[in-house]
């Protein structure tokens, strides 16, 4: 999923930083800290996924975690993750995230999309 910076989409006509409590952009289309999925179906995931960038190319993320950076909700964290990772085409503007963070206090879910002409 590393893409050149060209092809990388930003909401914003100069690249921004990443938040300071924000993980780094995953290698992979599905990322699971919180131990939920199996190796092999993350894995069968990873590839169909990855597949549908090939083919079609719209780039879904999937990220789940078991909490946080403090102070921060699913909805704020999915929002700047989003935008510092870069997800979909610039030329395109065709990223999907799905965040989820299964912590103590439940399982929050915050999709963040950006998808134009599909």
Known sequence: MDLPPQQRRSCRPWP???????PPAPGRYVTDRAGVLDAARSDALNARLAAFDRDISNQVVVWVDKSLPPGQDVETFARQAFNAWGIGRKDKNNGVL?????GACGTRTSVRCWVVGV
């Open 16 to 22: 921004s930083p990443p938040p300071p409590d924000s």
């Open 98 to 102: 799905g965040c989820e963070s299964i």
